[in-house]
């Protein structure tokens, strides 16, 4: 069998957690790989709305983010990945600045140079970071073009189908590739577009959000947890049909957008946690009380309208932009919103380098389970690729070199 090539380390997968492992592999002195099922720029993480979250509120701290991640998931997180995450999100924002991230601040006229800072679902105090409202394609392109810059090797349209054990660390067969490394940071992404296309449903993933990954892990022996755990979010497009599957950013309801039933009547806390949310909007339409779209899909109203004209200008351009192509304007007239499967809660089981149960196997972002429980946050999941990213990569070339 011919080796394509000789490395420390080997990432699987180009959306934020898998940057943020190569950079930092890099970073670390590693000599890096990364291959990718599609192009370097196709992932989930690209296409991440609402934002980030960090204490940086004069009334929040790392541990109040830490007890609403506790709540959220309904008692179920690893509380030791929450305090890492809670407590390294602030340097993690920072770093992304180094990377040229540039989030929304205020304006002059209202704390001019602080950032913006929303209150997400679920959450006690004011505390996501947004750059508009196309984070984490800020987030991507910014990790992409450092990975880019440094001396990584890059395989794209390489997809992970074998993954074994040498003597000195890995071989992976990825796309017509056959790649030795001493140890692998597994960042594949979840499985809710494949889950969504079983189910008759909606998603907002990425066509490649699939989950050959996780089962090659699970083959290999490394545990998982809460596999069964998928989310919806609340807030999926209902009508026109080109919004369907699109994630509403969350933080329409931030800036005062709020959900009635048919008869304009608010049924449930628009700023609950992301499960409590979509099961109440099930409910309505299950109670007869829902409003259907011109092609027969059940839906609920979303009303934009109360959102001012300069938190939407400033918060949530993309969103304007598609819907009034489509012909609607969110802020004039009220939108049509369903729950549409959305992510992955659980995965496999990591410490707190985001080691899996197998030596030498990092996992990171969405296909990691523990940090989120059964159930997450919206603003959490940008937050623990690039923290847990960081982590994996130092922690991987750490383990490559010895």
């Not at 497009?237 to 599957?245: F, V």
Request: proline share 3%.
């Amino acid at each position: 069998m011919s080796v394509t090539g000789h490395f420390d380390v080997l990432v699987i997968g180009s959306g934020a957690s898998g940057l943020a492992a190569a950079v930092s592999a890099e970073h670390a002195g590693a000599r890096v790989a990364l291959a990718t099922k599609g192009s370097i720029q196709s992932c989930n993480s690209a296409k991440a709305q609402g934002g980030i979250q960090a204490a940086f509120g004069e009334d929040d701290s790392p541990e109040l983010h830490g007890q609403d991640i506790w709540a959220s998931s309904h008692e179920t997180a690893d509380m030791g990945l929450v305090e890492i995450l809670t407590s390294e999100a602030t340097s993690a924002i920072h770093w992304l600045e180094h990377y040229g991230v540039e989030f929304t601040k205020e304006s002059p006229s209202n704390g001019g140079g602080a950032y913006r800072l929303a209150r997400c679902g679920g959450a006690s105090a004011k505390r996501l970071l947004q750059v508009g409202d196309r984070t984490g394609h800020a987030i991507t392109t910014a990790l992409r073009k450092a990975a880019e810059a440094g001396g990584l090797t890059l395989f794209p349209k390489s997809p992970l189908h074998e993954l074994d054990r040498t003597e000195h660390g890995w071989r992976a067969r990825a796309g017509e590739h056959t790649i030795d490394a001493g140890t692998v940071v597994l960042a594949a992404g979840g499985r809710c577009f494949a889950e969504a296309e079983e189910r008759g449903e909606l998603s907002t993933n990425h066509p490649g959000a699939t989950g050959e990954v996780t089962r090659l892990a699970l083959a290999a022996g490394v545990e998982a947890r809460d596999l069964d755990a998928l989310q919806y979010h609340p807030n999926g497009g209902a009508w026109p049909e080109t919004m369907q599957g699109y994630s509403i950013p969350e933080t329409t309801r931030a800036y005062g957008a709020v959900l009635l039933n048919a008869d304009g009547e608010e049924f449930t806390d628009s700023l609950g946690p992301r499960d409590v949310v979509s099961q109440a909007i099930v409910d309505e339409v299950a109670k007869g009380k829902g409003v259907d779209t011109p092609d027969g899909r059940p839906a609920v109203y979303l009303d934009t309208t109360r959102i001012s004209e300069h938190d939407a200008e400033l918060s949530l351009p993309y969103m304007l932009r598609r819907y009034r192509a489509a012909g609607i304007d969110p802020l004039a007239e009220k939108i049509l919103t369903y729950p549409v499967l959305h992510y992955q809660n659980g995965g496999l089981v990591i410490d707190a380098d985001a080691e899996t149960t197998l030596e030498g196997v990092y996992a990171c972002g969405e296909i990691a389970g523990g940090t989120h429980g059964r159930n997450r946050m919206m603003g959490n999941s940008l937050l623990e690729c690039v923290v847990f990213g960081r982590r994996a990569g130092r922690a991987a070339a750490e383990k490559a070199s010895t």
